[in-house]
């Protein structure tokens, strides 16, 4: 008998909770966009806040509301752009692709050092002190703040210097932050060429410290006038211009510091 | 004794300097003057290259309110302006004077005497005289004089404690010119308006508290001296501005404030001579004292050095370096900066060059937190250094300023106690370098 009443009430209580969580779940339904689940199956869901939301869902919940653009997700680039395009409609959209640029070749073995740094091991501490140790002001430290800010595994560290993996590289931007010393930018994947140095310092002190370093020459401004035009003493590149030959300029580069993909 | 909380106490190797007497080094042959000398806005040249200036010629200054003028240290031509490093880690528009020739020309004078001078007046010629916070923060000292509408203040602190192991700049400044220090402090007090004036002086320097009391000038102000010479433990950072308010006044300052806010306005015994020596004299701020120190110095040294020589002029005038001296760092071990080349100048802000050898220059591996809480103990700021390193560490920067670490002075405490040698303090300056640019961003 005992046993046959607490089953009934036992049972009894199950029954009117699972009525009550029943009535709660129809009363507290939240009406999703059917759209947010196959958003955010597109997504690469790195959560790396490029786009400016905080992470991916953010970010589908806004595109979901028109208040960013299917190419705003800088990680996922132009595929994910046009997958995303699909879902909501959006037709005729051209998409340039772009990439994080190091704008230094001097790797730890041609760096020519004034004194040694000890402390913290990080770019951002070692350019608070006599700029590092360094002699050029404006080059590469090579503790690796950006190698460690990239999500997505795009920078190597070869010989003290970073190399970006145009593959992998989604320029969304984070390593433009890390650097202290601004040496990363973006420039359009389309666009092979680069000016690996970052140095106003006149010529013939880049000569006395870097072997690699823009010397402001302006060798590459007179044979390609259309891309290259030296100002504040170095190089400075228009990236938006492709298709034009830079052949010749990084040719007869003096010091190597035009590169090409 | 009243004290602040945390702090050290440490070995202070002050033995070898703190008996001989500050020597005047002869005048260079060729100096470097920063224009920017002082936290705040850098000055502009006033001279061309080519110009010839006296020895006192005002040659930098700015219209900006947080600035201190530069003056030429020596009598010569201008042979150069341009940005050259400065001990501080950064280059700065320098001018380059080489001896000989010079124009002439006389430093400004001033007839009056201290009564007869308005506080106006005394923070006039404070600025024209260039004179910053001699302790080694180089923060204009007319502006610490010109508290805001509406605030009192009653106390004026002169801060004699030199906390730092090594540096004896200050204590040999108190034996020799007591005078003027007493002189400097009645004429900042009269400047901010301060009815009593509190000279702190840690009590390991009992010889210096004795000229102090004893001088002529503290006899002349008779029984109701407003002047009250206060020993104080010997501990380190004694000598830090909030720490001596509690130490001295047991008021404390409030996070991310000024001292002003509680009455008091703190200046070094430096800066109260070489306010004496505005005033009485028109001298403006072009020599200070510095102490030429360490184990890797086979002579230890105080010298009376002209602004803008460089060290390896200092050096030369000593004995020279030990065979295993390995670094040289600028101020002292505690707070000191690490010094990249000796061709750097002497600066406002320079009290001590700490020369080390190889043994005592070693830098430990990093090892992880092991969570014994000696940091927290001994903060003189109350911070907690252990979840403010992991912080910086994880760049979760709204953490950081949430455990304010605007509030560390720098005293390297945590750094010096952590047995896992944790670059502790070294993570928080380059912390607050990083709030102040993403600050700047923002805005």
Not at chain 1, 25 to 31: C, D
Not at chain 1, 192 to 217: E, L, M, Q, T, Y
């Amino acid at each position: 008998m005992v046993i046959l009443i607490s089953i009934l009430v036992l049972g009894l209580i199950g029954f009117i909770f699972a009525a009550l969580l029943g009535l709660a779940a129809g009363y507290f339904k939240i009406e999703e966009d059917p759209r947010l689940a196959t958003i955010l199956a597109i997504l690469p869901g790195s959560n790396c806040g490029a786009c400016g939301s905080a992470g991916c869902h953010d970010f589908a919940e806004k595109l979901i509301k028109g208040e960013v653009l299917v190419s705003g997700c800088l990680a996922g680039g132009e595929e994910v752009a046009h997958k995303l395009a699909q879902v909501m409609g959006t037709e005729g959209l051209v998409i340039h692709k772009r990439l994080a640029t190091i704008h230094c070749g001097a790797n730890e073995k041609v760096r020519t050092k004034r004194s040694n740094y000890s402390g913290i091991g990080t770019c951002a501490a070692a350019n608070l002190i006599d700029d590092g140790g360094l002699n050029c002001k404006y080059g590469c430290l090579g503790y690796g703040d950006c190698f460690c800010a990239c999500p997505f595994d795009a920078i190597r560290m070869v010989d003290g210097l970073p190399v970006i993996d145009p593959e992998k590289c989604t320029a969304c931007g984070k390593c433009v932050v890390a650097c202290p010393r601004a040496i990363i930018s973006l420039r359009p994947y389309a666009n092979p060429v680069w000016v690996a140095c970052n140095s106003r310092d006149p010529g013939p002190v880049v000569r006395k410290i870097c072997p690699v370093g823009c010397i402001a020459c302006k060798i590459c401004e007179k044979l390609v006038p259309e891309v290259f035009k030296v100002t504040n003493n170095l190089a400075v590149m228009d990236y938006t211009k492709t298709g034009i030959n830079c052949d010749p300029a990084i040719e007869k580069c003096p010091t190597k510091c035009i590169l090409k993909l | 004794m009243n004290t602040f909380s945390g702090g050290l106490h440490l070995k202070y190797n002050k033995e070898s300097t703190e008996f001989k007497p500050i020597k005047e080094l002869p005048s260079p042959q060729r100096v470097v003057i920063p224009l920017q000398q002082n936290l705040g806005c850098p000055n502009d040249p006033l001279v061309k290259v080519g110009d010839e200036v006296y020895e006192g010629q005002k040659i930098g200054d700015s219209p900006k309110f947080v600035s201190a003028p530069v003056h030429a240290s020596i009598s010569g031509k201008v042979t150069k302006i341009e940005k050259l490093p400065n001990p501080c880690g950064f280059d700065v528009a320098s001018v380059v004077i080489e001896a000989g020739g010079g124009a002439k020309g006389s430093v400004m004078h001033n007839a009056k005497t201290l009564e007869e001078l308005t506080p106006d007046e005394i923070r006039r010629i404070v600025r024209e005289a260039g004179i910053v916070g001699m302790g080694g923060a180089t923060f204009p000292t007319h502006v610490k004089l010109t508290p805001p509408a509406g605030k009192l203040i009653d106390t004026l602190i002169i801060n004699g404690c030199e906390c730092e192991p090594y540096i004896t700049a200050d204590h040999r400044l108190m034996l020799e010119r007591a005078d003027d220090i007493i002189f400097g402090s009645l004429a900042l007090a009269k400047a901010v308006g301060a009815q009593n004036i509190l000279i702190g002086v840690e009590d390991n320097k009992k010889d210096a508290v004795g000229a102090l009391s004893t001088s002529d000038e503290k006899h002349h102000l008779g029984k109701n001296s407003p002047i009250k010479i206060v020993e104080v433990e010997t501990k380190y950072p004694q000598g830090g501005e909030k720490q001596l308010i509690k130490t001295l006044l047991d008021r404390e300052v409030p996070s991310g404030k000024l001292p002003l806010e509680v009455g008091a306005v703190v200046n070094n015994v430096g800066t109260a001579a070489a306010v004496a020596a505005a005033i009485k004299h028109g001298t403006p701020l072009i020599k200070r004292v510095l102490t030429v120190t360490g184990p890797g110095m086979k002579e230890r040294h105080n010298f009376l050095v002209r602004i803008g020589t460089s060290f390896e002029e200092v050096l030369k005038h000593s004995e020279g370096l030990m065979e295993d001296a390995s670094r040289i760092v600028m101020g002292g071990p505690m707070m000191g900066l690490a010094v990249s080349s000796l061709d750097l100048p002497v600066v406002k802000g320079t009290t001590c060059l700490l020369v080390f050898n190889r043994k005592e220059a070693r830098i430990y591996e990093e090892k992880d937190c092991i969570r014994c809480g000696r940091c927290i103990k001994h903060c003189p700021a109350g911070l907690m250094p252990n979840f403010l390193s992991d912080y910086v560490k994880l760049k979760d920067w709204e953490k950081v300023e949430e455990y304010h670490v605007a509030d560390c002075i720098e005293c390297g405490c945590c750094s010096y106690v952590c047995p896992s040698r944790i670059f502790l303090v070294q993570y928080f300056k380059a912390a607050k370098r990083e709030l102040q640019v993403r600050k700047a961003v923002c805005q």
